[in-house]
């Protein structure tokens, strides 16, 4: 089709640039997998800005998932009991649309739920946010950003009024003092822990702070690892504030001009002594005295963190305690400073620009305000009062409402519920009752086809045009370079046909993804992610482009904003000229333009330890796999590194309990209980184990870490608290029972036999 092409790696929010080439072309032999198939070569692309040619083992091997096991054609079935039978798209778009017509008359469209995805391009959210919101008039769209990113989306607004990482990756080589919590990057993202990593070994004067219970690859780099107890996060962040105020090592001047709410925040963090927080989060006085004296000493702060922050009970405020920190010390809009929220999907950015979460509208707007919905029924050409003032369904309402009835369509794109949804067996249990789930994904088996009654193939990465935005709010566009699989189609597209079905076909006349988009970016003009500047032309020309980025104005051609009182202030380390930060005027998107300290309390952990469940489990990623296997389980090399799951357990609680290497024992919480071969490390603190989140019922038995979760999530931003349930360890005494194998190949074959054709 092409000699070679430059796209982004759909995987992390880092946001790789890849040059994709095709496995054939003249001159070359062919590339081949192991297996002597042909598959498309990656490498990285060196002049991707933000990942500068770099490339982890998910990047690199991504195009032997391409052709692997993948949903070719529309299927239905009239109940979970029967197979599937291949339908043709009409037959299968117009179900869907008839469904959701009988489902509106009957019992309105609240009824009616989309549950999408980070994976989803821009576009793709863009149209669902259109057809669900604008056109039905239910706020019912939430994605798995629920999962991971909710919480420094709300924690980004309670503090600066917008969401919005204010940061880029140039800061990375830019910091005196990166303080890492809640975030395993060297695995988790990679580029970016191999960027900071190098600089620091260049810098031995920059410090490196890393806040993780395990000692993880990123804590075996840092300085200073503060291996906290699970759910004492805001103990320590406010202990340091107390520690920071105690030395008078505080920016008034940022305070007292920029700021609101900083006698409240001292009151507060005066209840955080050092000897009451280092016995409450497990460390000694010297290594908290320690961190804090890096925060006073250093002239920039870096804090970067991801899931072991944003899923908790306590989420928002863990952000907004990391964000006050910054504010106190003035560690913001400048070179190497500032909070950072790495965002755990590729687009889960882009998702957040375009509205894809129940309370929110493109443009960083809120379903909430009067005046974004008026703004946004204009563009859709909609009447006054169809988009709803009420938030939807966030993700585990959308679960709940199957048990009580009141949700009869949920319809599920590219995302794996059956897997990543808390309460596990809870949440099996309520896709069971739905009376209509359309389920729409590249791949098939996947563990939440199994509770499907329309199954639509969906084009993935390399057969679809459409843009991203990464962690550092740079926007890249990732051209389709290969036709797709069978009858699949993009996301957008089938949302858009749908609607049409539906009678809105004004609202759908789209003829491309660039005709998409540039209805999209008008959505984001003169908000604080205005990227009206953006097209798929400038994108091609330009390549990777950071917003905020306006139409030009030749009067000011800056990349920097030129306005406000403290414009201009901190150019004092170099820099490259592209980059942009926000904030750097000092001037913040509230209402008097001044940031705002939101202080809390902690409250600790939903599920503390007992004598019953005696432990805290902590779940998270492999370096290799990628949420829920679906992509990743199906590539020979990761498997071979990680090739089963695991339980680490301190050395100290396994000889009590007297636990052998590689014996499997079954961990039970409240909810359920799941299987794992024992892994003894000192790198886990003692009362506390970890399990790998990736494996699901296709790929382990009893292996499901999410069948010991609990739902219980931050009353703010509504995210899960993932991370952390209280559980008991127990040897497997039955010999048969002990036998445990991970037989993925042999499941997978075998429902795919299932499949009627």
């Known amino acids: 089709m092409t000699d070679s092409v430059k796209t982004l790696c759909p995987y992390c929010g880092v946001g790789c640039g890849l040059e994709v080439t095709p496995p054939a072309g003249t001159g070359r032999a062919t590339n081949r997998d192991s297996q002597g198939n042909p598959i498309w070569k990656v490498v990285g692309d060196r002049s991707h800005p933000s990942s500068q040619g770099m490339v982890c083992v998910k990047g690199a091997t991504i195009s032997e998932s391409l052709d ?16 599937f039978r291949r339908v043709t798209w009409d037959q299968a778009l117009d179900r869907i ?7 509106i008359a009957t019992q309105g469209a609240d009824a009616v739920c989309l549950y999408g995805s980070g994976q989803f391009q821009t576009e793709d959210y863009y149209i669902a ?40 990756y140039d800061d990375l080589e830019l910091t005196d003092c990166a303080f890492l919590i809640g975030t395993n990057t060297a695995e988790c993202h990679p580029i970016i822990f191999n960027r900071l990593h190098k600089y620091l070994k260049k810098n031995p004067k920059a410090k490196l702070i890393v806040v993780d219970p395990r000692t993880t690859k990123t804590a075996e780099a840092a300085t200073l690892h503060l291996a906290i107890k699970p759910g004492t996060d805001i103990d320590l962040l406010n202990g340091i504030a107390y520690l920071l105020m105690r030395w008078g090592k505080f920016d008034t001047f940022f305070i007292d001009e920029c700021t609101t709410g900083f006698a409240q925040y001292a009151e507060v963090i005066s209840h955080y002594p050092p000897e009451v927080v280092a016995r409450k989060c497990g460390i000694r006085i010297d290594h908290l005295e320690e961190a804090a004296r890096y925060w006073a000493e250093s002239e920039s702060v870096l804090s970067l963190w991801s899931m072991g922050v944003n899923q908790s009970s306590e989420g928002t405020a863990k952000v907004c305690s990391i964000n006050n920190l910054h504010l106190m010390t003035g560690n913001i809009g400048r070179p190497g400073a500032g909070p950072f929220s790495l965002t755990g999907q590729p687009n889960a950015m882009g998702g957040r620009e375009a509205g894809g979460l129940s309370h929110l509208l493109p443009g960083y707007r809120v379903v909430k305000n009067a005046q974004h919905r008026a703004e946004v029924e204009k563009i859709w050409n909609l009447p006054e009062n169809q988009i709803s003032s009420m938030p939807g369904r966030d993700a585990w309402r959308m679960i709940t409402g199957l048990e009580t009835g009141d949700v009869s369509v949920l319809w599920i794109a590219a995302t794996n519920p059956a897997v990543s949804m808390p309460d596990l067996e809870r949440t099996k ?23 499907a009654h329309v199954l639509l193939p969906a084009a993935q990465w390399g057969e679809k045009t459409g843009t991203m935005t990464n962690s550092e709010r740079v926007v890249t566009l990732c051209p389709r370079f290969r036709e797709p ?13 749908v609607g049409r079905r539906l009678g809105y076909t004004e609202q759908f006349n789209f003829n491309s993804s660039a ?39 030749p009067s000011n051609l800056s990349s920097e904003p030129t306005t406000g009182l403290f ?47 005696p432990f805290v489990l902590t779940v998270g990623r492999l370096y290799g796999h990628w949420h829920t296997m679906t992509r990743t389980g199906r590539i020979e090399k990761i498997n071979k590194m990680h090739p089963e799951p695991f339980i680490e357990i301190h050395p100290k609680d396994a000889n009590r309990l007297g636990f052998q290497e590689g014996q499997i024992i079954e961990v039970k919480s409240r909810r359920g209980k799941a299987r ?61 029972e002990t036998e445990h194998s991970y037989p993925s190949s042999f499941l997978i074959k075998n429902e795919l036999a299932s499949v009627s054709s």
């Not at 096991?69 to 009239?78: E, I, S, V």
């Not at 009752?433 to 098939?444: G, H, I, L, N, P």
């Not at 699989?485 to 046909?497: C, L, M, Q, S, Y």
Request: with cysteine.
């Open 567 to 613: 414009s201009g202030l901190f150019k004092a380390k170099e820099e490259k000229p592209k980059a942009k930060r926000l904030y750097t005027d000092w001037h913040f998107n509230t209402p008097d333009g001044r940031a705002k300290f939101v202080a809390f309390h902690a409250k600790g952990l939903v599920e503390v330890p007992d004598e019953q469940y």
């Open 68 to 83: 692997k096991d993948r949903l070719k054609y529309p299927m239905m079935r009239d109940s979970l009991s029967e197979p």
């Open 429 to 451: 249990a309520a896709l069971l009752k739905s009376s209509f789930t359309v389920y729409q994904d590249a791949y098939y088996p996947t563990e939440t086809a199994a509770y």
């Open 676 to 736: 794992f071969p024992v892994m003894i490390t000192k790198g886990i603190t003692p009362g506390c184990v970890f399990v790998p989140m990736h494996w699901g019922a296709l790929w382990a038995l009893d292996a499901e870490a999410n069948s010991l979760t609990h739902p219980s999530a931050c009353p703010i931003s509504l995210e899960p608290e993932l991370k952390a349930c209280a559980v008991q360890l127990n040897a497997v005494t039955n010999s048969s």
């Open 97 to 103: 649309a008839q469904q959701i017509q009988s489902v």
């Open 485 to 497: 699989v069978g009858e699949a189609r993009p996301d957008w597209e089938i949302f858009a046909e």
């Open 515 to 553: 005709d998409v988009y540039r209805e999209f970016i008008e959505l984001t003009r003169h908000r604080p992610c205005d990227m009206t500047g953006l097209n798929y032309e400038r994108l091609k020309q330009d390549g990777p482009t950071q917003w905020p980025c306006p139409e030009v104005n």
């Open 129 to 168: 946010q259109k057809l669900i919101k604008g056109c039905l008039g239910t706020n019912n769209f939430d994605a798995n950003s629920r999962l991971c990113m909710s919480s420094a989306v709300a924690g980004y607004i309670q503090n600066f009024g917008s969401d919005g990482p204010p940061c880029c």
